[in-house]
């Protein structure tokens, strides 16, 4: 795997001959989670190993370079996986664009099945699509479509590679997708709602071929843990981390932090930080959602309001009191800062998912009935990864009890011929 991708490395770092090949780009979601750039990689490497022909193979993740800091779970897989993130493509390294032009350009999608409308102009060379996602893509004759409804996209990509191609599995690719599969897939435990047939048969088989996998209990704890740890994020990537707009009158945004409310409002420069960061990204008014965990592993969520204009957070904060669909059970509590108000919310199972809706009709109220639309600035904010605590997963009650030193002993015997 690292030297197929520091071939694509250099082939893009020479420049676009206009004279050379052309190139086959596998191409994954624009949220990039974990299941997106690990297909993203396994498929590139599949169709290297198993086509001929004149076109360049290349693996290119759906955000910018700087993005992939926020997805901590990526960055440890990759780390645990013995990849360096330095090998990858990222979607501002290549212009699509200029090569579709050229007439140089053939993409297959993984984890997604249609385009944004922000890449709509590429569509006609889209190849091949793999996914679990809903099918929106209309047939044709053209393009092989695999839709199925697993748990994890990751499913899909083993199944070809196990039929198609076999011998090129090896440990570190293995590792990489069972991962997946795992943390997609709640630890495939059915009271998820997540795991299917599928899954579970893929995930025996990369166990039956690799006994060497990590235990799945302390994957997925570990994963867990990676995906919600926001050490080493300044103020700017916390809030960008797991974000969502809505505009109306107003433009309003909730971020998802996973740290204390009391840990994050004692940052140094708050205000100012938040104060910025509004006006970059053109927000009226920014909801902090926070969710961090007791002794018991029992859920801990916050709710934080800022806004430089009284009125505005007054009014938004006096409608989230006073809901009952669903109540979230505020309780205000002190803060050091002016333009903030902060709240302990009892009502855990209240996530954004639940909240959204709520400041949608308040901003529909105050429009007098028009309904808000979706507002994603696509250069600032990437999409929200699938599953996770933001959205209302089954983990909103908390992690499982799973330590993790089964899977660091595991780690340290393997050997290192095999990554």
Known sequence: MEEFLSRCRQAVKGGIDPQGPGFHVVLGNEACDL?????????????????????LVLPLLNIHQSDLVLRSDNIFLLRQAGL?????????????RALQRAGRLRLTLVDHNVLPRSDGDLEATVVEVIDHHLLERLPSPSCPVTVETVGSCATLITERILQKAPQILDQQ????????????????????????PKDSQ????????????????????????????????????????????ISGSLSVSVSVLYVSLEDFLHRAELEAELSAFCKKIGLDLLLLMTISFNESNEPIRELAAFSESSTCRDQVCQYLEKSRNPALNLCPISN?????????????????KKLLPIIKDFLRERDGDRSPGDLEDESLVPPTPMNSLVEGCPLDAGFPQISTQDLEDKFSKMDASDL
Do not use: W
């Open 173 to 196: 690719l293995a590792q990489m997708l069972y991962a997946t599969v795992v943390l997609d897939c709640v630890n495939m435990a059915p009271a998820a709602g997540k795991v299917t």
């Open 336 to 352: 050091p800062h002016p333009h903030i108000s902060a709240y302990h919310q009892g009502n855990t199972l209240a996530s954004r």
């Open 35 to 55: 299941d997106s750039m690990v297909c993203t990689l396994a498929f590139a490497y599949f169709l290297f190993k198993t086509t001929q022909g004149e076109m």
């Open 202 to 245: 893929y995930a025996a088989a990369l166990e039956s071929r690799f006994p060497a996998l990590p235990p799945r209990g302390a994957l997925f704890q570990a994963l867990q843990n990676a995906k919600f740890d926001v050490s080493g994020l300044n103020t700017t990537q916390m809030l960008l981390k797991d974000m969502k707009a």
């Open 84 to 96: 360096s993130p330095d090998l990858l493509l990222f979607r501002d390294q290549l212009d699509l």
